[in-house]
Structures are given as C-alpha cells and as structure tokens.
C-alpha cells in the first residue's frame, strides 16, 4: 500500500522567496503532523491537524510558517520570505488516531529544503 | 529545554555485537515511547515502542527497557548487523492533545563488518 508521499523532494530557493511543501497522508490517516529535522536540532514538532479541529500550531518557529490542510487530507505547508536558517528537511508524518494513544505515526521521505 | 536526552551521539560496534543506546525523560506525562530507525534519504520508521505499564519489551533482536522510576527508557540492539547502520531516535508523547512526538537528538549507529 502507499505509503506517505511528499513533495518536492529537493527544494533550492533564494532567501526571502516563498515556498510550498507537499504532503500526501495515508489514506483513511485523520492525523497528520509536520516536523522538522536540521543538523544539530533534531526533529521539532512543527504542527498537527485531526480531522475538523483547530490545528495544534504550538511549533511553529515563525509567523512565516503555516499549513493548511485541505478535505481532510493532503496538506500543505507555507514557509514565506524564507531565511538561510530555514534550511532543513521537512517531514510530514500521518497516523489513524483512533481512540487510543500512542498510534504509530508512519512519515514520508521528506523535503530538503536549502534556502540560498 | 530538551525534553527528551539521547546518548550517546555515535556509536560503533563489531557485527554480532550488542548495541545500546539510552534515553531520558522529563515530562511525566509522557505515556508512550517509540524507537525510530532511519536511513539516509529516507524518513524516520518505526521500530519498537513500549508504555509506561511494562518494564521490558523485545521484538526479534530489539529490546526496549523502561525505567519509570528513573525515567529512562533504552533500546539493546542483540547480534548487531552491518545493515542496522542507521541513526536511531528516541521520542515520546502525552496521551493528551495532539500527541506529538518529542524526540532525543540520535544516535548514529555503524555496525562494522
């Protein structure tokens, strides 16, 4: 089965250009999150959509930064006037959120991000 | 503040080896802790994860021990191969709100031949 797909893959963009990153969830996932992973930090929580509620939106770095998610399921996250510092690999993670905690957040490939 | 404390950064061991890699917790409502694996290019997969109400779990040759008292949680990887090179996270999460995954900073792990 398919499993979580992102794209692009690779993104170079020239510092203060917007840019858009692409994520597929599994189907039938309600939950889906968006995390970042750069040399040194590790990988941050950025933001987490369920269903029809309000976004947890807690880790997000900026107000440059934001996400949508459309339909319940692809979704996409916004990074404007990008900075160096942006630089990192952006990963979306989906997972089904059923009644229960602590289900397994399957994740995607990520995107590269290098801002120039 | 780091939530979630890995070590050690790096870690080489002879195939057949036993790999161990440690982690500690602050947060006490952290109800869940996964181990992630992941290759270079690749995202993070899961590996193991264990609950709070059980002190050991093993999964073929992974083994996760939970500490809850100490608040520490570690992942012994037995017989270690060539193809377990990876780096491997530590994570956590709150059974509450969004259930996001805290995760250790990793452990780059090469297992010579």
């Known amino acids: 089965g398919a499993g979580v797909s992102q794209s692009p893959s690779n993104k170079v963009t020239e510092k203060g250009k917007d840019v858009e990153l692409r994520c597929d969830p599994i189907?039938?996932?309600?939950?889906l999150y968006w995390y970042r992973q750069s040399l040194g930090q590790g990988l941050e929580f950025l933001i987490y959509?369920?269903?029809?509620?309000?976004?947890?939106k807690s880790g997000l770095p900026s107000d440059r930064f934001s996400a949508e998610r459309t339909g319940g399921s692809v979704s996409t996250l916004t990074i404007q006037r990008t900075q160096q510092e942006d630089s990192a690999v952006y990963l979306c993670?989906?997972?089904?959120?059923?009644?229960?905690?602590?289900?397994?957040?399957?994740f995607g490939p990520g995107t590269r991000l290098l801002v120039l | 503040q780091q939530q979630v404390k890995q070590s050690p950064q790096s870690l080489i061991v002879q195939k057949g080896g036993i790999s161990i890699i440690n982690c500690a917790y602050e947060?006490?409502?952290?109800?869940?802790f996964p181990w992630y694996q992941q290759f270079p290019g690749k995202g993070p997969a899961l590996l193991i994860a264990?609950?709070?109400?059980?002190s050991e779990k093993k999964e073929g040759r992974f083994t996760i021990s939970f500490n809850k008292s100490a608040k520490q949680f570690s992942l012994h990887i037995m017989d270690s191969q060539p193809g377990d090179s990876a780096t491997y996270f530590c994570?956590?999460?709150?059974?509450?709100?969004?259930?996001?995954?805290?995760f250790g900073k990793g452990t780059k792990l090469t297992v010579n031949p």
């Open positions: 959509f369920q269903g029809n509620s309000a976004p947890d």
């Open positions: 994570a956590a999460s709150a059974k509450s709100g969004s259930e996001k995954l805290v």
């Open positions: 947060n006490t409502a952290f109800d869940y």
């Open positions: 189907s039938g996932h309600t939950a």
């Open positions: 993670a989906s997972s089904l959120r059923t009644s229960g905690s602590g289900e397994t957040q399957y």
């Open positions: 264990i609950r709070p109400d059980v």
